[in-house]
């Protein structure tokens, strides 16, 4: 079980990344707060 966690979060974090930049964009255009809380973050 825990090699499949492993293999899982190996999957997930390339895709996160990926995933995550489409959005982050969005969120730029849409509301100018959740970029301001993000460069804080």
């Given at each position: 079980m825990q090699l499949?966690?492993?293999?899982?979060?190996s999957?997930?974090?390339?895709t996160s990344p990926k995933k995550v930049g489409r959005p982050k964009k969005y969120t730029r255009r849409s509301c100018p707060h959740?970029?301001?809380k993000m460069k804080t973050a």
């Open positions: 499949r966690r492993s293999k899982g979060k999957t997930k974090k390339p959740c970029l301001r």
